[in-house]
């Protein structure tokens, strides 16, 4: 599966963007889709996901002001970010994945970043 992701740019804090990312390649509604995001130094960090069957799940910072949906026939999933904070500054990237054993989304396939800045 290939991976295209877009819609990061430069917002002030308070502000909103949304990102997308299209698949290709493989049947996307069997899938778990994910977003992460990777700030300068520190480590990838998940942000949230979409499962095949509606579930979802998010990252605790940001409960409340990201939604991730996404679009079978399309075969793209969204992140709407919304009350954005100068730490949601980073590099955000797509996933493609499963689930471990405990429920967790499990990226096995990485499209390539978009940046997000918040200003304060």
């Known amino acids: 599966v290939q991976l295209q992701a877009f819609g990061g740019g430069l917002v002030q804090a308070g502000g909103s963007l949304r990102l997308s990312c299209a698949a290709s390649?493989?049947?996307?509604?069997?899938?778990?889709m994910g977003w992460f995001r990777q700030a300068p130094g520190k480590e990838r960090e998940f942000v949230a996901a979409?499962?095949?069957?509606?579930?979802?799940s998010y990252a605790d910072s940001v409960k409340g002001r990201f939604t991730i949906s996404r679009d079978n026939a399309k075969n793209t999933v969204y992140l709407q970010m919304n009350s954005l904070k100068p730490e949601d500054t980073a590099v955000y990237f797509c996933?493609?994945?499963?689930?471990?054993?405990?429920?967790?989304?499990?990226?096995?396939?990485w499209g390539q970043g978009t940046q997000v800045t918040v200003s304060s």
């Open positions: 979409s499962w095949s069957g509606g579930r979802t």
């Open positions: 390649g493989r049947t996307f509604s069997i899938y778990g």
């Open positions: 996933a493609h994945g499963g689930a471990t054993a405990s429920g967790s989304f499990r990226p096995t396939t």
